[in-house]
């Protein structure tokens, strides 16, 4: 029995794809209420549960020999500081706990490249940059490195667990909307009329999915993997997505401050609106910062690899247009 949480998310029910594809049994933790739009049609047995309910965990890690825990909050918004700690931190803290009293043989847990230290520009990021809540970007980047030194805490009391830091992940099978699938459907809808110029390092989801099977076949006790993909510009991506939509990529870039005032105000309006922002200051920044990272380690350690940035873009507006979200 293999136990996946944040089993409805957009890596989760990639991720329990692959491992049906493998003919393993798979046990899926489900909030209470949550739309499992995306589990539908998959042979798996959906449990209700939390990952800040101890008890219900106790119930979902039972004769699980490993468990996958995807759960988490991710929030590029300001003011989500109590709710990303709640979950992504604490709720770390009750898997971890869970896996010991049930004795599960062995934990994945997924945190994220923003978890690592933040390194100047032209720096490679790899395994041996540190986890250091106090020098990454923004409370979600925070969160966590903080639930990744509670998953070391847990490897040095006897726990078997692996850690997983993926980069910017995008592909299909995107029902509950990432920020990229976000981009995505924005831009096929005439949205976006300006750009920055950043770099970014984006993985394809079915990538990340297959390097956590990986990892729980072949990842060593205590150590990180990074999943990353591929570098591109932000005005690249755009003319990739100009070739898919047939809508021309927008022409003019914005200065960088200029962005940043922009990115304040409308973060502020779409909070009276109750609508997503289509940018934030935190993204801002993101897109700005070092993503010179390296999955050297998981190549040669885990037999890990990445599909090219182009094809995952294909893909998934292909996917939203088959679901008719995407109309051109």
Not at 207 to 233: F, M, P, R, T, W
Not at 239 to 247: A, F, N, T, V
Not at 248 to 258: R, T
């Amino acid at each position: 029995m293999i136990t996946v949480t944040g089993a409805t998310g957009h890596l989760g029910n990639v991720l329990i794809r692959e491992l049906l594809e493998k003919g393993e049994k798979i046990r899926a933790l489900i909030l209470p209420h949550e739309k499992v739009d995306s589990l539908s049609g998959l042979a798996i047995e959906k449990v209700p549960g939390d990952v800040c309910n101890p008890y219900s965990l106790e119930k979902a890690f039972e004769d699980a020999k490993i468990v996958f825990h995807c759960a988490g909050v991710i929030s590029i918004l300001p003011g989500k500081w109590k709710w990303l700690y709640r979950v992504n931190v604490q709720g770390t803290k009750n898997v971890i706990d869970a896996c010991i009293k049930k004795k599960v043989k062995r934990l994945i847990y997924t945190s994220s490249i923003h978890a690592l230290v933040e390194l100047p520009q032209g720096e490679l990021i790899d395994e041996s940059t540190s986890f250091n809540p106090d020098q990454v970007l923004g409370d979600y980047s925070k969160s966590k490195a903080l639930a990744t030194l509670e998953v070391l805490k847990g490897i040095k009391q006897g726990l078997d667990a692996v850690i997983i830091c993926p980069s910017g992940i995008i592909g299909p099978y995107d029902y509950r909307l990432s920020e990229m699938g976000r981009l995505v459907l924005n831009y096929s809808q005439g949205k976006i009329k300006a750009y920055i110029d950043g770099t970014y390092d984006f993985v394809d989801v079915r990538d990340v999915a297959k390097g956590h099977i990986l990892a729980s076949e072949k990842g060593k006790k205590g150590e990180c993997y990074i999943l990353s993909g591929n570098q591109i510009k932000v005005y690249e991506l755009f003319q990739i997505l100009e070739k898919l939509s047939g809508i021309k990529a927008p022409a003019f870039k914005m200065p960088y401050q200029l962005a940043k005032i922009a990115a304040f105000f409308n973060v502020l309006f779409c909070t009276i609106v109750k609508n997503q922002p289509l940018f934030t200051p935190f993204s801002i920044k993101v897109l700005k910062s070092n993503s010179l990272i390296s999955n050297r380690k998981a190549v040669n350690e885990l037999g890990y690899s990445s599909r090219s940035l182009n094809k995952s873009i294909s893909d998934t507006f292909q996917w939203f247009k088959e679901r008719e979200e995407i109309r051109v």
